[in-house]
């Protein structure tokens, strides 16, 4: 169906929205039947331009969804996203905490019964100690969205939902392109140095928190030995992306871990005889009185070249 028949126009005001039906099998995800957006808008034009965005993003999470139901595993940052919505919907997200005493009562008695239809879901194995009580081992699936939503209910999102390294430079690299707006030129090589600095730190499927001080001080180590000619500045850069791509994951994974690679550079606490070095062959700046002599041999280079063409 074209974009236009997702459009409806009210009556009273004579704004446009855009409804589209839920397929059957994504509605227990999405958790409604039609999804409605308002165009605010009573252009026709406008409003097929603004649906046009609204039917790229119903798209991406139908196939989101699909892509769940038919158990092929999503990236972290996606899973946490249907987690949260999942609890959105639901009304028991902690973020939408109440302010009475009376609402919280109810809140609470909410999520208590969410957390129990969770685990009524679950398969589990159940076995008698020694004294005679009842043992039971729950068997969840730490790739389902429903998993997810039930760690961040009891607030231990950030103990079990953890990007890799290959979701944290993915996760890096957009969010960072969209607020530094490069050329493509600049941003294919801004994206290259940021994929060589991670490939060098180890697999790509590896999480973020297995990295800690100690293991960024050994990585670091093993950089300027494989190359012991390599600049403080040369290493610098490769240790401050690095710590921009956790930075950015601890920030929007909501983790609760530090920043390895903070304050690690040669520049903070550090010298050597080749910074030193190196800063002492930098070239100093002009004085008042070169400069000028240097703006005249210009200008009389510049009229000898005019001249001579």
């Known amino acids: 169906m074209t974009i236009a028949s997702y459009l409806k126009r009210t009556s009273e005001r004579g704004n446009f929205s855009y409804r589209r039906a839920v397929p059957d099998d994504c509605r227990p995800l999405w958790g409604k039947r039609e999804h409605k957006v308002s165009l605010k808008t009573k252009s026709h034009p406008e409003a097929l331009r603004r649906a046009a965005q609204v039917n790229t993003n119903f798209d991406n999470k139908i196939a989101q969804i699909r892509q769940l139901n038919s158990g092929i595993d999503l990236p972290t940052d996606q899973k946490i996203q249907v987690a949260k919505e999942i609890l959105?919907?639901?009304?028991i997200h902690p973020q939408q905490m109440p302010k009475t005493k009376a609402e919280a009562d109810k809140f609470f008695e909410r999520q208590e019964d969410w957390s129990g239809l969770y685990f009524d879901t679950i398969d589990t194995k159940n076995g008698y100690n020694q004294d005679g009580s009842v043992w039971t081992t729950y068997h969840e699936d730490k790739k389902s969205p429903y998993f997810i939503a039930h760690e961040i209910l009891k607030g231990r999102q950030t103990a079990s939902v953890v990007p890799t390294l290959g979701e944290a430079t993915d996760h890096y690299l957009k969010v960072n392109a969209?607020?530094?707006?490069?050329?493509?030129?600049?941003?294919?090589?801004?994206?290259?140095?940021?994929?060589?600095?991670?490939?060098?730190?180890?697999?790509s499927d590896t999480e973020i928190t297995d990295y800690n001080r100690l293991k960024a001080r050994q990585h670091k180590d093993a950089l300027r030995s494989q190359n012991p000619t390599r600049s403080n500045n040369t290493l610098d850069r490769a240790?401050?992306?690095?710590?921009?791509?956790?930075a950015s994951a601890i920030l929007e994974y909501e983790l609760a871990t530090t920043n390895p690679w903070l304050g690690l550079t040669a520049s903070v606490g550090e010298k050597d005889v080749s910074t030193s070095e190196v800063r002492k062959n930098k070239r100093r700046s002009f004085t008042p009185d070169e400069l000028r002599e240097y703006e005249a041999a210009l200008g009389v280079q510049s009229r000898h070249l005019v001249d001579w063409i």
């Open 88 to 91: 959105l919907r639901e009304g």
């Open 178 to 203: 969209e607020k530094a707006r490069r050329t493509p030129h600049n941003q294919l090589k801004h994206e290259q140095r940021v994929r060589r600095a991670v490939a060098n730190l180890g697999p």
């Open 239 to 246: 240790i401050t992306i690095l710590s921009a791509v956790f």
